[in-house]
Structure formats: structure tokens, C-alpha cells
């Protein structure tokens, strides 16, 4: 790391010259290439890929995405002349507009069943060409425009479905642009420097630009979902404004320490900025985790995260010590630089001593096992709601009730049943007559189930061997019936159609997709925890040379997890407060949020971690006094880590306003788990446990520490230097 400062920190110019050659090279090509995102969740082996792959062989014009158009009237009925001709114009325009493969109307023979009993609300189907992500926009957004422009004071006209979703889904602007403001002003207040606090976001804007950037490009090899970059912004500011951050932090503490511009900027990289690295490898390492799910879906986005991560902590390792090269003493606040000037070289580790976090280190030290059991409480308390988690997806009766997919949904499920916002649709192989036969005994016993509304099957054409049958549920998609029939349907009632001949139906559909989706990742969860868990606790023993530091690391990092689901379970699937919130409704979890959560959550943590337990480890490889590591890591680390957690966790808590579900799941889980995971574990149950544990806290057995590679996270430690007579002038050498 001393070799890369000092080129940096000498070849400045040149450096902040590259990274703006990246940058705009990096725009050039993505410009060039565009982008091709795909939010498909099919999975191969899954039935209802195995249904969606039938349709596209041998029924075309079913295979694509289904939309539903779904109008009210508050006075007559849909029937009257002068809504009925109002209706039919317009649905005659959308079956022709670019894209729409057919047009089901309720004034059709085939869409009879698409008016209520009541007579006063109706739908109809319209089926495009291809599936929702491959859709264009303009096309979609071309039928919305047909549809809602029909509605007059008395008719109600609303469209709802997955491309109608996806085109309408506000994808933000504001939520990055506030939670930067957040930030400068948290750092603002530590640091009373306006240049040392516009550093960490100048450095942490450009790694996210070059991860994004690089994420668009490459979405035309790889299969990367549109949320992907959204997560990567979310991520990359985070992440790189904590680690610019902390550099800035070491670097500052040298100034005051007497050190030359050049030298602290050296003696920060190898320092902070090895704790950087070592935090970003593990994060990364946790991202890239999903990778062993082998879900294309997943794995785009964690290639995305990762490459952001990679991108803002490449910042802070070389166009940080350029752009602090540039400033000097001006990244000092004013009263340093008087103070500097004035009396001299600052001894390092004073503040830490006599400091507010250095008096609440002596106090954790003093009573460890009372604060250690209130804050065991508060994250336990806090943590309960996870124990009634349910994975599922949300559907469009979770959206804000100003969306046209929600007002959609809410009619058609008044009109109609909730069961009709999202059927399954059954794909039969009867090649024989006998097959047939028995498709048609399946389709009289599922008009009676329990559980079905209404069955309805399409007329064969002559030779047709692959049937699409549509089941309409009693219930809602995102319900825990609708999870149930369909398993119902799999394990009992369509093996018993199929016993003694060759007929072979799947139930398929967007909310038997969903429902595949959420069953595969669950399955996968347990192998994906032990895995990322083992990893970093690995990469924790190889760092700190301990068994203990890695065992608690990886406690703290669950308990962490049991907060950011039980915040996320109290909210989106309790409902307190989402409606305030714009998220929408009470509803499932997203069935992918605990993956990728969990992924950056452990890699976060384990940053904290690291910040905390590597100064702790510096202290105690020079004085082999515990108490006195613990008391000296804590107190110097307080203030950074706990500004650091708080930029974050506003970052993070800024996107839960963005319009998206999902990313608000994120946003709200990730932003508690991060604030409590500083405020009361790193900053009060670890440094308690710590000092219960003494010098237990640094033992490795002989024959591990010599099969261990060794590898320094906050490098060699330096003596401090002597107070320079000629302090202002010795500070400002280089």
C-alpha cells in the first residue's frame, strides 16, 4: 500500500486524470453498446419454466405477458351502449397497436366471464408478443396511454400487469441525491472541514458512476436485473463514503500528529487503508456468495454489487490520496490548523483518551456485563418479528394507491374476487384421445375444489396436443391459500388425473413462478449462510490471528440480521406504518430479499468489525495489555465508526422513499441492522465481551497459526513522531 500512495500521492495530476479517462471511456462504450437488462425469475428446472416452455413451442400467442385492462362504472352498467362502444374503440386500437399479440373482450363470446355479476365492472385481456422484460417501454407504455385516457367521471379505467408495473415503477433520482446531502452534513459536523467532507463523496460519486457505468455494459453478456443498478448505487454510496471516510480520518489524525502532507497521506493508505481493502474483499467475498445459488437472477446482481464495491474502494485507494495531495492542510478544519500551528504536534491517541468515546470506553470497561446485557435485549426485542417471516412476492395490491396497477387490482378483485389478479395457468400434453379424456375429467374436478373460483379452457384447434387451462384462485397470489393450491394441485389432485395414461400437465403462471422462485431460494439459504459465514469468519481468524475475534464477529453479524428482518417483517409484512411510507400495503416479504440482504449485511458488519478489532489488534501487538487494546480501539474508533454508520444508515434509509418495494425492503432493513449494529453491539457488546474474554480474545493454537498465511491488516505500526519545533511549516512539508 506504500508504493500505491506515494505514486498517487506524486503523480496526482496524472491520476485524477486517469480516473476521468475511465470515466468518460467507460460512458463512451456504454453509449455505444446501450444496455439489456432482464428481470426474468424462470428457473429451468422448475414446473412452471416447464409450462412457460410449452407455451412458447407449441402456443405463441399465450406465452407472452398478460395485461388487464379493468374498468367501473359508478351509474349503469359496462353493457350500456354508450360504455360498451366507448370500451370496444378502444380495445380495438390496443389489438392493433405495435407488440399486442390479442385482445380478449368481455363482448366476445370468449370473454363472457369477464363481466361481473353485478354488471358493473369488467376486464379483458391483453396478451403481447413477448414476456415483461422484453418488452419495450414505448409500446407498453403506448396501451396505458389508449386505456386510462378512456376513463370519463362516470367509468373508471385502469390497466394493470407485470409490464404495466415495470414501466410505471418510479426509479428514483431523489433517494441518492438525499442521502448524499445526509452525508456531507454527518461529516460536515465530525470533521468541520468542508473539503474533508465533500472528499469521501467526490471519490465515493466516481467509484458508483464507474460501477454503474460498467454494470450497464455488462447487461449485454450477462443476464443482470433492471434493479440492479439501484442496488449498486444504494451499496456503492454506502459503502464508499464510510471507506473514504476512514482514510480521511487516519490522515487527518497524522497532520495533527506532525507528519508531512505526503507522509500521512502514505502512513493512511498503509493503515486505514489496509483495513479498507481487507473490508471490501469481504464484502465483495459475501456478494459474490450468491453466485453458488445458480440463479441467473441473483447472480447478475451480485456481479453488479460487487463490481460497484470494487469501483469505490479503487477510489479511495488512489484518487483519494491524489485529491488530499491537492488540499494539504486545508482537509484540517480551521481550528486545527491553528491549534497545529500553535502548540505542535497533537500525541497520538490523546483524543481517544480524554474524548466522549474515549470516557465511554473507560466506562465499558469499568461495568462490561450490565451494558452487555441491555444491549443483548434491545437487539433481541427488536429481532422477534422475524420468527413470523413469510417469503413470497408482491403483487400489485402492495403498490401505492395513487398507481394504475393498484386501482386496477382493487377492481378486479371487487368486481371479481382477489383470486383474479393472479391465475395459474395449467399447461397439458395430451397427445391421445385418452389424454384428453382425462384432461377434461381434470378440468370438471377443479370447478368444484377447494380453493378454485373459476376454470376456463380455451377451444382446441384440430391436431392441438398442448392445452392452456386457467385457474382463477379464491384467494389472492401473495396469500399463503393460493402457495397452498398449488401445491395441492402438483403433489395430489393433477397426479391423480395423470395415473394410467400419458397426459402431463404443469401449473404455471406468473404467481406459480413466483411461488418456484421463493421454494428454490429457500432450499438454498441454509448452504448460502454457512458458506459466507465460514468465509468471513476465515478471513477474520487470518487477519487478528484469534479464534475468539472471528466467533464473535460472526454472532454480532446474525444478531444484525435477526434486527434488519425483524425491522423488515414489523413493516412491509405487519404493515406498520408502509402506507406512510408509499410502499404500499401489508404483504409477503420478497422472497430474493433475504439473499442479498444477507449478503451485504454480513459483508457490511464485518467491515465494522474490521475498523474496530484491527486498531484494537494494533494496540495490542505493541503493549500485550488487553484492557488497555480494548479501551484504546474503542475509544479511537468510536467517533469514525459511529459518523461512518450514520452516513450509511441515512444513505440506506433514504431509498426506502424511492417508490420501490423491494428496495425499500432493502433500504429500511439495511439502515436500522447497520445504526444498531454500531450503537449497540460494535460500540458496546463487543468491547464488553472483549474485556470478559482478556487475553483469551487473541489466542490461536500454534499448529493454526503456522498453517494460516499471514496477512496485516493495519500494517506495521510506527513509532510517534517528535513534536517539530517548527510545527506548521514541518505539517506542511510535501
Keep these: 500500500m506504500t508504493a500505491l500512495a506515494s505514486w498517487c500521492y506524486r503523480h496526482r495530476l496524472v491520476t485524477v486524470v486517469l480516473w476521468l479517462a475511465v470515466l468518460v471511456g467507460l460512458g463512451a462504450a456504454s453509449g455505444a453498446a446501450g444496455t439489456h437488462y432482464n428481470d426474468s425469475l424462470s428457473m429451468p428446472s422448475t414446473e412452471s419454466s416447464k409450462a412457460m416452455d410449452l407455451l412458447k413451442a407449441n402456443v405463441p400467442a399465450s406465452s407472452g405477458d398478460t395485461e388487464t385492462v379493468v374498468w367501473h362504472t359508478s351509474s349503469g352498467k359496462v353493457t350500456d351502449a354508450s360504455a360498451q362502444q366507448r370500451l370496444t374503440t378502444t380495445l380495438q386500437e390496443i389489438a392493433t397497436s405495435p407488440g399486442v399479440a390479442s385482445v380478449t373482450s368481455p363482448f ?63 426509479v428514483g433520482g431523489a433517494s441518492e441525491i438525499v442521502g448524499v446531502l445526509a452525508a456531507l452534513v454527518v461529516m460536515l459536523l465530525v470533521f468541520r472541514s468542508l473539503w474533508a467532507a465533500a472528499l469521501p463523496v467526490v471519490t465515493a460519486v466516481a467509484g458508483v458512476v464507474a460501477g454503474l457505468v460498467g454494470t ?76 453458488i445459488l445458480g440463479i441467473s437472477f441473483l447472480n447478475g446482481m451480485a456481479v453488479s454489487a460487487s463490481l460497484t464495491v470494487a469501483m469505490t474502494v479503487a477510489a479511495a ?6 485529491l488530499l495531495g491537492f488540499l494539504g492542510l486545508r482537509v484540517l478544519s480551521r481550528g486545527q490548523r491553528k491549534a497545529l500551528a500553535a502548540r505542535g504536534a497533537a500525541r497520538v491517541g490523546e483524543a ?8 465511554w470506553a473507560a466506562k465499558v470497561q469499568a461495568r462490561p456485563t450490565g451494558k452487555a446485557v441491555l444491549a443483548v435485549l434491545v437487539m433481541a426485542t427488536i429481532a422477534l418479528p422475524v420468527f413470523s417471516l413469510r417469503l413470497g412476492t408482491s403483487d400489485a395490491g402492495n403498490d401505492p394507491t395513487t398507481t394504475t396497477t393498484r386501482q ?10 382477489p383470486g383474479f389478479n393472479g391465475p395459474l395457468t395449467l399447461v397439458a400434453q395430451a397427445p391421445s384421445a385418452q389424454d384428453k379424456a382425462a384432461l377434461t375429467t381434470l378440468v370438471t374436478q377443479l370447478k368444484t375444489a377447494d380453493g378454485v373460483a373459476q376454470v376456463t379452457t380455451p377451444p382446441a384447434k384440430p391436431g392441438q396436443s398442448v392445452v392452456a387451462v386457467t385457474v382463477v384462485p379464491t384467494t389472492s397470489p401473495q396469500s399463503k391459500q393460493t402457495s397452498d393450491l398449488i401445491t395441492r394441485l402438483r403433489d395430489d389432485v393433477i397426479p391423480q388425473a395423470e395415473q394410467g395414461t400419458t397426459l402431463k400437465v404443469y401449473v404455471g403462471g406468473s404467481t406459480a413462478t413466483s411461488a418456484d422462485f421463493a421454494s428454490v431460494l429457500i432450499s438454498k439459504l441454509p448452504l448460502f449462510i454457512v458458506i459466507i459465514v465460514g468465509l468471513g469468519g476465515l478471513l477474520m481468524m487470518i487477519a487478528f490471528r484469534s479464534i475468539l475475534v472471528p466467533v464473535i464477529g460472526v454472532a454480532m453479524n446474525l444478531l444484525t440480521m435477526g434486527v434488519a428482518f425483524g425491522a423488515i417483517v414489523a413493516v412491509f409484512q405487519w404493515g406498520w406504518g408502509s402506507e406512510a411510507l408509499g410502499v404500499g400495503a401489508a404483504g409477503p416479504v420478497e422472497a430474493f430479499a433475504p439473499v442479498i440482504i444477507i449478503a451485504i449485511l454480513f459483508g457490511l458488519s464485518m467491515d465494522y468489525q474490521v475498523f474496530l478489532i484491527s486498531r484494537m489488534h494494533e494496540e495490542w501487538t505493541q503493549t500485550r495489555d488487553n484492557a488497555r487494546a480494548v479501551r484504546v480501539g474503542h475509544g479511537e474508533t468510536g467517533q469514525v465508526i459511529t459518523a461512518a454508520a450514520v452516513i450509511m444508515g441515512s444513505v440506506f434509509a433514504a431509498f426506502v422513499f424511492g417508490g420501490q418495494r423491494f428496495i425499500a425492503e432493502f433500504g429500511l432493513g439495511l439502515a436500522v441492522a447497520v445504526l444498531l449494529d454500531v450503537l449497540m453491539l460494535r460500540m458496546i457488546l463487543v468491547p464488553a465481551l472483549m474485556h470478559r474474554f482478556g487475553k483469551a480474545n487473541w489466542w490461536l493454537p500454534g499448529w493454526l497459526d503456522r498453517w494460516l498465511p499471514h496477512l496485516s491488516v493495519e500494517g506495521a505500526p510506527d513509532p510517534a513522531p517528535e513534536a517539530d519545533p517548527r510545527p506548521l511549516q514541518g505539517a506542511a512539508r510535501g
Design 352 to 359: 481517544a483518551e480524554s474524548g466522549v468515546w474515549g470516557r
Design 108 to 170: 366476445s363470446t370468449a370473454g363472457a366471464a369477464q363481466i361481473s355479476d353485478d354488471g358493473t365492472t369488467a376486464y379483458a385481456k391483453v396478451v403481447f408478443d413477448e414476456q415483461a422484460q422484453d418488452i419495450p417501454t414505448a409500446q407498453v407504455q403506448h396501451v396505458i396511454d389508449l386505456a386510462t385516457n378512456t376513463g370519463t367521471n362516470g367509468l373508471d379505467v385502469q390497466i394493470g400487469g407485470t409490464a404495466v408495473s415495470d414501466t410505471q415503477r418510479n
Design 216 to 291: 450497464g455494459l455488462l447487461s449485454n453478456g450477462l443476464s443482470i436485473s433492471s434493479t440492479a443498478p439501484t442496488l449498486g448505487v444504494l451499496i456503492g454510496l454506502g459503502v464508499g463514503i464510510d471507506y473514504a471516510l476512514f482514510v480521511v480520518n487516519r490522515h487527518r489524525k497524522g497532520l495533527m500528529a506532525g507528519l508531512s502532507t505526503g507522509d500521512s497521506i502514505t502512513k493512511a493508505l498503509n493503515t486505514s487503508g489496509r483495513a479498507v481493502l481487507f473490508a471490501a474483499l469481504t464484502v465483495i467475498v459475501a456478494l459474490l456468495g450468491m453466485l
Design 408 to 417: 386496477a387490482y382493487d377492481l378486479l378483485a371487487d368486481g371479481f374476487g
Design 317 to 322: 485507494l488512489t484518487l483519494l490520496p491524489a
